[in-house]
């Protein structure tokens, strides 16, 4: 299902307010979003040499 992340004319600036953070929430979420970033950056590289491997042992077979 695709995410739409344009703001339509329809949505009111009460609603956008309310997704808004402020400092003090973002210095609670801020290690937690670069911790995430890291792992996600770490899951990528595994998946992706995981990938190739599997390719090669394909490709090898044929």
Known sequence: MPHDNELK???H???ISKLSI???Q???LEPLVRSASNS?????QL???ET???TIF?????
């Open 26 to 28: 973002w210095a609670m």
């Open 58 to 62: 394909v490709l090898g077979k044929v």
């Open 9 to 11: 004319p329809d949505i």
């Open 52 to 54: 190739e491997s599997s």
């Open 22 to 24: 402020d400092a003090e």
């Open 47 to 49: 998946l992706t040499v």
């Open 40 to 44: 996600v950056k770490r899951l990528n």
């Open 13 to 15: 600036p009460e609603y």
